[in-house]
């Protein structure tokens, strides 16, 4: 029989991990909640290691039909032309070049995108936009967006702009999500909508004036289990692809 399943690149991040008994080593990774979404969504996942040229990067262009922006650590804010302010977390220069340069490559394909929290600070930024580095210290009307306990947890509620693909995806005008970041758009970056937002203004979700990219600032793989509508992101993108 053919294989007819859409393979789905999940961009994965770099960290270095202490062992007990064979010392620090740097490890390639992505939480198996994308991988499982994937599945769950009908596609074949295949995680991409944060590494290679631009001859790599072509190829993984070629060989998958979408594209998954996984989350993760702060960004780098020289990016986009500040200095870090006092409670920025930990970020990595050669990580953010090299998931910059994927994302460039992979929207040039045409093929579907779907970043999730940094993946769709990724998009952002590389589309020339700014984030808050610490949203409690840069809005302080702020409502908590980093959740204790389970992340599962319906946290917080975000409005759905009706004029948006999203709302087509998730087929509600409100919808309550998981929050798991400090960080958020600021300035948006090119040819990208706002197209999801929470109570207290910060940006919750973007997309693509081309309808082939969408960013959310939550965390729908960790909610798969118990939100049917969580798993339409992931079907958008294995069907789109
Ligand atoms: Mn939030």
Redesign the pocket.
């Known amino acids: 029989m053919q294989n007819t399943k859409k393979v789905i690149g999940i961009i994965g991040n770099a960290l270095v991990a202490h062992t007990d008994m064979f010392g620090d080593v740097t490890r390639a990774y992505v939480n198996s909640n994308y991988v499982q979404a994937v599945l769950q969504a009908g596609g074949l996942p295949m995680i991409i290691p944060p590494y290679g040229d631009i001859d790599i990067i072509e190829t993984y262009a070629r060989v998958c039909d979408g594209f998954l922006f996984s989350g993760g650590n702060d960004l780098d804010p020289s990016l986009y032309n500040e200095e870090p302010m006092k409670n920025i977390g930990a970020f990595s220069p050669d990580l953010d070049s090299v998931q910059l340069m994927m994302f460039r490559v992979f929207e040039k394909t045409h093929k579907p995108i779907l970043g999730i929290c940094r993946g769709l600070q990724i998009i952002n930024v590389a589309r020339e936009g700014s984030l808050y580095q610490d949203i409690p210290d840069q809005i302080p009307e702020s409502?908590q967006?980093v959740q204790k306990g389970s992340r599962n947890h319906e946290?917080?509620k975000?409005m759905i702009d009706s004029q948006s693909q999203l709302a087509e995806i998730m087929n509600l005008p409100l919808v309550s999500?998981n929050?798991?970041?400090h960080q958020?758009v600021k300035k948006l970056g090119n040819d990208l909508k706002i197209t999801a937002k929470?109570s207290d203004g910060?940006i919750?979700a973007i997309e693509s004036s081309d309808n082939k990219i969408i960013g959310v600032?939550?965390h729908p793989e960790d909610m798969i289990y118990d939100s049917k509508v969580m798993n339409n992101l992931f079907t958008w993108l294995v069907d789109h692809a």
Do not use: P, R
């Open positions: 409502i967006h946290f917080h975000v999500v929050s798991l970041h958020s929470a910060v919750e600032q939550w």
